[in-house]
């Protein structure tokens, strides 16, 4: 009652005697500061809304250009051809001298203005222009076309200064529907190899009907969808693939990421927990404040920023026929789970994150709190584990009042989800079956300590090895990639001890520019960032987090939940979908050091080129054939764009796997290899510019659907399965942190669940020159499925690749 007593700001009792007014000064200063710190956010993004508005010119630019319009004027020459004079004379002044020039004045900045206004739009469709070039993508590094340079050179010239998280988006062109026929006849080149005779010829009819009949009307509809939706793919693809979706997302469709695995900073948990959880909050701010850098190809050419939106204080709600996304715009609290009890934590204390020394001071508490889970409480999670629907019922039935929607509620609306681990996950070079273990806690844990319907949920295990579980429906794995690698990238560069080399390099940094007239380095940001007080994130000798408590931080506040008998009944069925779902899970985590992309690269072939070679060889060997492959790649050149399909198994990579499988000399399978590569790639770049073949055809899919009309041939091509599904995670998307200099600090990377029963899912990530992961999964259920079998198969393969090249 005393926190219910001190949240009144003011009270007032009337008696026979008068009245009497009790204010409580405390409470009133909170509400003063809360709306000031409104009011600042309120004004911070009217301030990036104008900023990008304008963007790429600067409001700066405007007092120029007024300045410039000004002075001429006061030469008594007229810039505007007798436009200013027209201006003035609708202005209402005096009748005198002194109003008469104030008129003029005011009516030549009228006319700056708009020709500042007109200015910064022909410059923002100029840059929008200049991003739809994309022959770039095509050119061979080092033989550069004259007009590609000139294009870099208009960009770099035009391209804004000094850009927002997302400030280039209304510059970003939109993804454009591919011609009909081109679509049908990719989709036809890459299932021809891997079809018999007789059954393409019967696809090629299909598609050839398709094409002269109800695909011209699809393709209508299409294009007037593109003109009038910003993608003409995402909403449709985030509906129907992921929110329609009805069966569980644990494993079908969340995936995960590991720690970097190669340093141990504390075996603290509520330090190692405290640390990354204010460094995410930190990012949050960044993005909330869209002070976080854009991505940009080459340091020239950005990428849409839209899928950031989304990343804090969002859950996928459960529906019975669909699922939505809600998204908050603020949050200052996250949810903690332990030992089956929820805790709710507030990050904020007068109107200021806490520290991560303050962090850890609530976490031990939590950590140190020995209370029984409440009846259905532990096992409560299990419901975003399994089947959609049942889910859907429940929360209807038994959390839409009361302490249990309440305590819904704070878990929902938090900025992310915490699990606590009271198992210690490694990675050990002797025994690799830690690994695996450590990939699974990942990617489902024990069925019911994630909360799968998070954006994502951040898992710290007992000896301080950290990991997430994401939920795919908000964004793509490279925006969770991006903040774990800057978050994980600040914690291990913002050790005390590095600060003096730091210093070092940034003033080496600094002598540089003044030789050269370069660019501030991202060094320059990094020591900033060392100096500033709210990015201390080092750890002291025993461990815990550095600096010294500066109040008493908020208690951490239990959830309560009443949950009936059926409630629990619908839980412990989730649970069981999970649990076998889990069971049926075959996870293998490989560490492959015997070369990474810098052998690959004195070969002269493209690393994903390489690797999916590799794949395919690895494949056959297993399979004896060869099948459909899905590898992802993305479209954000254009705006909201997500991702498309490169289907790597091509004729040509076939080709080369027969030959070396085959024993072929060296000299013809490093021929085929490099065709190989180069069909890949072109086709890798095809699907980055728009030219993608699965995204279309999905789309005229959904528009068969609406108006109600089959294709045999759309029916066709969507059916067929994904045997091998694989998947390259992004690494060093920032300059945050030099895997040259600091090679121990690569990160394990990330996975997913196979997407057939009968096939494989791959994710790879190129960790270093001379480490990838390989995170391998199959089902136990299917007979001819190992993902250990596969692992060994494809660490031969790799190296019978690199054999290749020996001039023995």
Known sequence: MAEAHSAVAFSFTVTPDGYDVRINHEALKAVWESGVVSWKKRIGKLKNNIHNGVFPASLYSWLIVVTIVLAVQLVSYDPSFGFIQLIHLHIPYVNSASS???????????????????????????????????????????????????????????????????????????????????SVNNYLNS??????????????????????????????????????????VSDWWEEYIYLRGRSPIMINSNYYGLDALLVHNTSVQAARAANLIYAMLMYRREVDREELRPILINNVVPLCSAQYERQFNTTRIPGIETDKLVHFKESNHITVYHKGRYFKVLIKHKQRFLKPAELEIVFQKILDDNSAPMEGEEHLAALTAGERIPWAKARQEYFNHGKNKTSLDAIEKAAFCVTFDTEPQEYDPKDPSKLDRYGKAMIHGKGYDRWFDKSFTFVVCSNGQIGFNAEHSWADAPIMAHMWEVVVTREHILLGADAPLMAQTWEACQQHELRHGADAPVMAQLWEIAQDEQYKLGYDEKGHCIGTPECEPPHPIRLHWEIPTPCIDVIENSLQVATKLMNDLDLHIMMFTEFGKGFVKTCKVSPDAFIQAALQLTYYRMENKFCLTYESSMTRLFREGRTETVRSCTADVCNFALALNEGKPKSECIKLLNKAAETHQKLYRDTMTGRGVDRHLFCLYVVSKYLDLESPFLTKALSEPWKLSTSQTPHQQTDRLDLNKYPNRICGGGGFGPVTDDGYGVSYIIAGEDTIFFHISCKVSCPHTDSHKFGATLKKSLCDMREMFSKN
């Open 191 to 232: 299932v021809q190899h891997l079809m018999p005779a007789e059954k393409y010829k019967e696809v090629e009819t299909l598609a050839d009907d398709f094409c002269k009949g109800v695909g011209k009307k699809f393709q209508r509809y299409l294009i007037l969808k593109s003109w009038w939706a910003t993608n003409y």
């Open 100 to 182: 008469s020039l104030l008129g003029l004045y005011i009516s030549t900045i009228v006319f700056g203005t708009l020709i500042w206004i007109a200015k910064f739009l022909v410059l923002k469709y100029l840059l929008k222009l200049l991003l739809s070039y994309h022959k770039w993508i095509y050119e061979v590094h080092g033989r550069t076309s004259f007009t590609t340079k000139l294009w870099f050179t208009l960009i770099k010239l035009y391209g804004g200064r000094k850009p927002l998280l997302m400030s280039y988006q209304a510059s970003i062109p939109k993804l454009p529907v591919p011609d009909l026929r081109s």
